[in-house]
């Protein structure tokens, strides 16, 4: 019998870029958020062997390259499990869109593929495989609101946000991450040298406790941080790490907000000077993504940024009936808007299994 799986997208508040590390990655500081908009993904296990992925979309693999493909094979090996895996995937999100729709698509195969077997991994078991196979998989092992350090995968969830009403505009445009970089390291070079080193990276990490990461979480961040010390990563990344440590702080420590009212942290965090670097490289390539951020401020958003290396943009919105009617002027304008909302971590999971 098939199992379905939905497979949630996410969106970037914020994402400092640092330098490109021995390794070839590059440092990363990023909030993930996931949201409701979404792929489903349907596994089936029947006899024989091998891994078949099906898919209407074109611009999806269906060859061992696919993330679904090297998550499940690396799953079943774990599990001692055998048959034939046939993937399919109703593809809803855009397709190198900042989303994450790849990645996500993957850990739901993994979901999938663990109902249909009638076994589970453990989690440390499920980090594992996933980080072996992309930067952004784990985040979607947690859901919610999900602190991303190193090359993205290093994940910590954060104290559950509000659920906060916004419009994703998909641009007909594909992006690539890896050019996307590339573009970034260029700028770098150009501006008189390459990202300064810093003496260190998140000094805010030795108060990482205040950030209510779940138990298990804080002594591996906390030995996470020698490990990122020594590292070349940006100054931006630094000012990044203060703010949303300060934020954090004003949150979780009951402070009044802004303009004398409690307003929806959320929209606090966006106002605590976060960025998306990747605009300084994407925009000037393709001029009509900034047109979209401007269309998404003059339509009410609070907040517009890329996510990701784009091309999705989103607005956060004050309300849902605000969304609606901002997605609504887009369409007008010929965009592709969709009004959604985030989710807590106890909505994304509940939402999941169809």
């Known amino acids: 019998m098939s199992k379905s799986v939905r497979s949630f997208a996410k969106i970037n508040l914020g994402l400092r870029i640092g330098a490109r590390r021995e390794d070839g990655f590059h440092g990363l500081l990023t909030i993930y958020q996931t949201i409701g908009l979404h792929d489903v993904i349907r596994v089936n296990v029947e006899r024989g062997s091998g891994i078949e992925i099906q ?8 060859d061992e390259s696919n993330t679904c493909y090297r998550v499940v094979e690396k799953a079943m090996g774990v599990l ?19 989303l994450g729709g790849a990645s996500s698509n993957a850990v739901a195969a993994l979901l999938g593929l663990e109902r249909a077997v009638k076994k589970s991994l453990p989690a440390e078991q499920r980090l594992r495989i996933v980080g072996e196979v992309g930067s952004d998989l784990p985040l979607f092992l947690f859901g919610g ?17 509000p659920a906060t009403a916004c419009v994703v505009v998909t641009p007909a445009v594909g992006i690539s991450t890896p050019k996307a970089f590339a573009e970034w390291d260029r700028l770098m070079r150009e501006d008189k040298g390459l990202i300064p080193e810093l003496r260190k990276t998140f000094a805010e990490a030795r108060g990482l406790p205040q950030l209510r990461l779940f138990p298990d979480q804080i002594a591996r961040l906390k030995g996470t941080e020698a490990k990122l010390t020594p590292r070349t990563d ?20 009951g402070a009044p907000f802004l303009r004398g ?3 929806n942290p959320l929209l606090g965090l966006v106002r605590a000077g976060i960025k998306n670097d990747f605009q ?42 605000e969304a609606r009617r901002a997605a609504g002027k887009l369409r007008k ?7 959604t909302v985030t989710l807590t971590r106890r909505q994304y999971w509940k939402g999941i299994i169809q």
């Open 333 to 339: 304008q010929g965009w592709e808007a969709q009004p």
């Open 80 to 98: 001692g499990a055998k048959g034939r895996v046939v993937i399919e995937i109703e593809k809803r999100l855009p397709v190198q869109g900042g």
């Open 234 to 253: 940006s100054d931006k990344m630094d000012e990044l790490g203060r703010g949303v440590s300060a934020w954090l702080s004003e949150i979780y420590s």
């Open 280 to 321: 300084s490289v994407v925009f000037p390539e393709h001029p009509s993504l900034r047109e979209v951020k401007k269309a998404l401020e003059r339509a009410g958003a609070e907040y517009a940024s890329l996510s990701g290396s784009g091309s999705s943009l989103y607005g956060l919105f004050a309300s849902r009936m």
């Open 261 to 263: 009212r409690r307003e």
């Open 55 to 62: 898919c209407s979309d074109p611009k999806v693999p269906t």
């Open 145 to 161: 609101t999900v602190l991303g350090l190193g090359r993205g995968e290093q994940v910590y969830p954060l104290e559950d946000l």
